[in-house]
């Protein structure tokens, strides 16, 4: 069955950029929407935008300005940068296959931003 | 932003009694094709988030049949038949309907 795994640095330093590779096993990326949700440490869920095999994108307004999802198809993979991180970015980051019905979802990557 | 409201925060339950988490939209999920844009994920202890149902009321691949999702509109609900050991974790709602997508704030289920 598809399988999705997070990999990235576990530490950014403030001001600098955030970028996360979610890498697809066992299908195609192909003709599928991909996502990107985090999670801060002791809390929920926020959503952070999606991607199509194409390259259509979806972003949180409340990032929009900082964040870019791109997808390497030839790779089977998509990423996610967010720049000009703070504090507040720092959570455990997740992809997950589609985007309005999330399924599966990676294992997720603690991201701690601190200098 | 469509605002998603849970509750309860906390649920300690019984082993083999019933379980309901409410979720509240602050505007409609149902969309004019007659379906609500509404999910429901439980996020077991140290483990990432897993889909139970979408659409409202359509239960995940997967999904143990004790789970079932009702309502319409801007009410939803969640219930468990009969709860089991296995069902710990913090249940969230999730609205699909427009972007950017939100979720509820959690719902702690606990063995009592």
């Known amino acids: 069955q598809v399988q999705l795994q997070e990999s990235g640095p576990g530490l950014v330093k403030p001001s600098e950029t955030l970028s996360l590779t979610c890498t697809v096993s066992?299908?195609?990326?192909?003709?599928?929407?991909w996502s990107w949700i985090r999670q801060p440490p002791g809390k929920g869920l926020e959503w952070i935008g999606y991607i199509y095999s194409t390259g259509n994108t979806n972003y949180n307004p409340s990032l929009k300005s900082r964040v870019t999802i791109s997808i390497d198809t030839s790779k089977n993979q998509f990423s996610l940068e967010l720049n000009s991180v703070t504090t507040a970015d720092t959570a455990v980051y997740y992809c997950?296959?589609?985007?309005?019905?999330?399924?599966?979802w990676g294992q997720g990557t603690l991201v701690t931003v601190s200098s | 932003d469509i605002v998603m409201t849970q509750s309860p925060v906390s649920l300690p339950v019984t082993p083999g009694e019933p379980a309901s988490i409410s979720c509240r939209s602050s505007?409609?999920?149902?969309?004019?094709?007659?379906?609500?844009?509404l999910d429901w994920y439980l996020q077991k202890p140290g483990q990432s988030p897993q889909l139970l149902i979408y659409l409202g009321s359509s239960r995940a691949s997967g999904a143990p049949d004790r789970f079932s999702g009702g309502g319409s509109g801007s009410d939803f609900t969640l219930k468990i038949s009969r709860v089991e050991a296995e069902d710990v974790g913090v249940y969230y709602c999730?609205?699909?309907?427009?972007?950017?997508?939100?979720f509820g704030q959690g719902t702690k289920l606990e063995i009592k």
């Open positions: 505007q409609s999920l149902l969309h004019s094709n007659g379906y609500n844009y």
């Open positions: 997950a296959r589609g985007y309005d019905i999330l399924t599966p």
């Open positions: 999730m609205q699909a309907l427009e972007t950017p997508y939100t």
């Open positions: 066992g299908d195609s990326i192909n003709n599928y929407y």
